[in-house]
């Protein structure tokens, strides 16, 4: 018989994140538990966003670049005057 695999975060089921859930709970209370959510949400939120400037960053410099080599090569095309 094979074994189950779960689709989930690491390789985690619905039942053993719960039970992570419950015990984050009750070590560091429902507020806190919260406080810690919003945190990381932000943190990714953040995260992606700067990965996003980046991609655009990249993107303009490519551009940049295929300018230059284009310009460069209809320079070397031009007869020597």
Do not use: C, H, W, Y
């Not at 390789?11 to 994140?17: A, N, Q, R, S, T």
């Not at 991609?55 to 080599?69: D, I, V």
């Amino acid at each position: 018989m094979e074994p189950i695999l779960t689709a989930g975060p690491l390789g985690l089921g619905f039942p053993e994140v719960l039970v992570i859930a419950a015990i984050a709970v009750l070590l560091f209370g429902g507020k806190k538990v919260g406080e810690l959510g919003k945190g990381l949400g932000e943190g990714i939120k953040n995260f992606k966003t700067a990965i996003k400037s980046d991609e655009e960053k990249l993107e303009e410099q490519r551009q940049a670049l295929k300018r230059e080599e284009e310009r460069l090569e209809a320079k070397k095309q031009q007869p020597a005057s």
